[in-house]
């Protein structure tokens, strides 16, 4: 008998979601993104050219480039999450940008905060125990070894404790009001499949990071159109798995 291994089948329905249905996808994120990314490497590229100059310290000018692509890149991305998640469930296909919805914007972004403040504390106190403890593998020239399992240890606590507070974020974008704990008590009896689908994301994103140093990093041009090319990748599949979330936990639909 195989095992149930939910946490696949969430991850596998919410990848689902971008690869089987690209066109719309494209059409919620795409313009954005590209947006997103053009503001991202004219900033970034002229901030590195700065560096190469020798340029000490932070000027006015990286620093106005540095609040200008946060703006972007925090206004952008509301906009594609509040936009996907209501082309999921509620199958509102946009045309060519998804409609601008500021208030949906501003309460998904509000509550968004408010959890990360919720993880943010225990986040600052599991890393120090943590760090303490592995603080001796520096000690025997273990450092790349260290750090690794310090990153490993450190994250799945908290992608875990995030993907059951999140739970309920994509109901911000719907208009449904929810209290602030509400996903993390509509997933507390599933807690087996939310770790599956910790450790997946966890080693995803670290496979995707090997590859890019290992494969794609010797040269500028390849490093960058890998991590833009992914970077779109996990912001689709990582706003789709709330989504997947929402739907079966908030308003328990199956999994297809």
Same mark, same amino acid.
């Given at each position: 008998?195989?095992?149930?291994?939910?946490?696949?089948?969430?991850?596998?329905?919410?990848?689902?979601?971008?690869?089987?249905?690209?066109?719309? #996808?494209?059409?919620?994120?795409?313009?954005?993104?590209?947006?997103?990314?053009?503001?991202?490497?004219?900033?970034?590229?002229?901030?590195?050219?700065? =560096?190469?100059?020798?340029?000490?310290?932070?000027?006015?000018?990286?620093?106005?480039?540095?609040?200008?692509?946060?703006?972007?890149?925090?206004?952008?991305?509301?906009?594609?999450?509040?936009?996907?998640?209501?082309?999921?469930?509620?199958?509102?296909?946009?045309?060519?940008?998804?409609?601008?919805?500021?208030?949906?914007?501003? #309460?998904?972004?509000?509550?968004?905060?408010?959890?990360?403040?919720?993880?943010? /504390?225990?986040? %600052?106190?599991?890393?120090? %125990?943590?760090?303490?403890?592995?603080?001796?593998?520096?000690?025997?020239?273990?450092?790349?070894?260290?750090?690794? /399992?310090?990153?490993? %240890?450190?994250?799945?606590?908290?992608?875990?404790?995030?993907?059951?507070?999140?739970?309920?974020?994509?109901?911000?974008?719907?208009? +449904?009001?929810?209290?602030?704990? =509400?996903?993390?008590?509509?997933?507390?009896?599933?807690?087996?499949?939310?770790?599956?689908?910790?450790?997946?994301?966890?080693?995803?994103?670290?496979?995707?990071?090997? %590859?890019?140093?290992?494969?794609?990093?010797?040269?500028?041009?390849?490093?960058?159109?890998?991590?833009?090319?992914?970077?779109?990748? +996990?912001?689709? +599949?990582?706003?789709?798995?709330?989504?997947? /979330?929402?739907?079966?936990?908030?308003?328990?639909?199956?999994?297809?």
């Amino acid at each position: 008998m195989e095992p149930d291994l939910k946490g696949l089948q969430i991850f596998r329905h919410s990848v689902r979601q971008v690869t089987g249905n690209l066109e719309g #996808a494209l059409r919620v994120s795409g313009l954005l993104y590209a947006v997103q990314a053009v503001v991202g490497l004219i900033f970034g590229l002229g901030m590195a050219a700065q =560096a190469g100059m020798g340029a000490g310290g932070m000027t006015g000018g990286m620093g106005l480039g540095m609040l200008i692509t946060l703006l972007v890149a925090v206004t952008t991305g509301l906009w594609i999450a509040v936009g996907w998640h209501r082309y999921v469930l509620l199958n509102e296909k946009p045309d060519l940008l998804p409609t601008f919805r500021q208030d949906r914007m501003l #309460a998904y972004f509000l509550r968004s905060l408010l959890l990360g403040l919720i993880i943010l /504390l225990p986040a %600052i106190v599991w890393g120090m %125990i943590v760090g303490v403890l592995f603080s001796g593998l520096f000690h025997f020239g273990l450092g790349l070894i260290g750090v690794l /399992l310090m990153t490993l %240890i450190v994250q799945l606590p908290l992608v875990f404790a995030g993907l059951r507070l999140s739970a309920a974020l994509p109901g911000q974008a719907l208009g +449904v009001e929810s209290e602030v704990l =509400a996903g993390w008590r509509a997933t507390a009896h599933d807690n087996r499949a939310l770790a599956e689908l910790t450790v997946i994301i966890v080693g995803a994103i670290f496979v995707i990071n090997l %590859i890019g140093m290992v494969v794609f990093g010797h040269l500028m041009i390849t490093a960058i159109l890998w991590q833009l090319v992914t970077n779109w990748l +996990v912001t689709m +599949v990582g706003v789709s798995i709330l989504t997947t /979330l929402y739907g079966h936990y908030i308003e328990q639909r199956p999994l297809v």
